[in-house]
């Protein structure tokens, strides 16, 4: 059970000083069964006047901070303590209604979920719909966890994980023509192509570190993005086709959403002169304090990029 300390550093750069709106900070990781929030900092350069925190409608927890000076340059720096006990797939227990595609969800849960399986992109084609139905047994014997676990796995073996330090996301017909993309890119692909088969669906933002000398993940030295489905007897279950692996190893989830949009890390405004603005720069580092065997022990995953 490791103990991580993350450092989230954001970074922007103005040629002359400017004036800052309001700025939507989400950061801070979500208490769960699998993650206990140890101690969590957040200190912002210039202060802001005011700073005060929300829960938004999935229970993610948000910073909002305004600002009544100016400056060349604003650091939000987010400090964290996390002990992370991670889900594994053999503890992904479906009920029995529920093991084998095609399933519907209970009455009772129906409700809540139907959001999450309402498809959020363009598929006029329906090249997506075709995608996914690959991954059902022409046999009619299709395993609900075999399913997504070969979806996540065929995205990670057939598509070519490229960063882009641009902002902004690929749709998911986009990502699925060119074949390449990233984390969020493959998230969002995974998401549409879970909710074209019926299951309820959610965007992940968080961190990527490794469990392990053997366990090398991609995507790490900056925010991660991956996937959750809702599976009737576990709930809701990690997928993460940038690394094809199923369960929350090496994975601390931040913020979860309906769509990529609710769940960005830092937004806001400011205003100033045209062409003040320099650069963003994002800086993700984790490193272990304790934890697992000497032989098993979690690799720290560190970076930065920049944005001109």
Same mark, same amino acid.
């Given at each position: ?6 450092? +989230? ?13 309001? +700025? ?15 101690? $969590?900092?957040? @200190? ?28 060349? #340059? ?9 002990? @992370? ?35 959020? +992109? ?54 699925? $023509? ?5 984390? #969020? ?12 088969? &019926? ?6 933002? &968080? ?6 000398? #053997? ?19 576990? &709930? ?73």
């Amino acid at each position: 059970m490791p103990l991580l300390n993350l450092s +989230h550093v954001t970074s922007y750069t103005y040629r002359q000083p400017v004036s800052f709106g309001e +700025h939507r900070i989400m950061v801070r990781p979500r208490e769960s069964y699998d993650q206990h929030l140890i101690d $969590a900092d957040l @200190h912002i350069d210039p202060p802001p006047s005011d700073l005060r925190w929300l829960q938004d409608v999935f229970g993610n927890s948000v910073a909002i901070a305004t600002f009544n000076r100016r400056a060349k #340059r604003l650091v939000i720096d987010s400090r964290v303590q996390v002990l @992370h006990a991670p889900a594994e797939v053999e503890h992904v227990d479906i009920e029995e209604y529920a093991r084998l595609y095609p399933f519907t969800y209970s009455s009772e849960e129906m409700p809540d979920l139907l959001r999450s399986i309402e498809r959020q +992109h363009l598929d006029p084609q329906r090249q997506i719909d075709g995608w996914a139905r690959r991954f059902i047994s022409p046999t009619g014997h299709t395993e609900t966890l075999a399913l997504l676990s070969d979806m996540t796995t065929a995205i990670k073996r057939e598509f070519t994980y490229v960063p882009r330090p641009e902002k902004g996301t690929q749709t998911p017909i986009e990502t699925l $023509a060119r074949r390449k993309g990233t984390c #969020r890119d493959y998230a969002m692909l995974m998401i549409e192509a879970a909710r074209a088969l &019926g299951f309820a669906a959610r965007f992940v933002s &968080g961190y990527v570190y490794n469990p392990s000398a #053997r366990d090398q993940r991609t995507g790490g030295g900056n925010t991660h993005a991956w996937v959750r489905v809702y599976l009737p007897g576990s &709930g809701w279950v990690e997928f993460d086709p940038t690394n094809g692996i199923v369960g929350s190893r090496g994975l601390i989830r931040v913020a979860v959403a309906r769509d990529i949009y609710q769940a960005v890390p830092v937004s806001g405004t400011w205003s100033g002169f045209p062409g003040s603005f320099l650069d963003m720069e994002v800086s993700v580092n984790i490193s272990v304090d304790q934890g697992v065997s000497a032989d098993d022990t979690p690799i720290a995953a560190n970076g930065s990029r920049k944005i001109r």
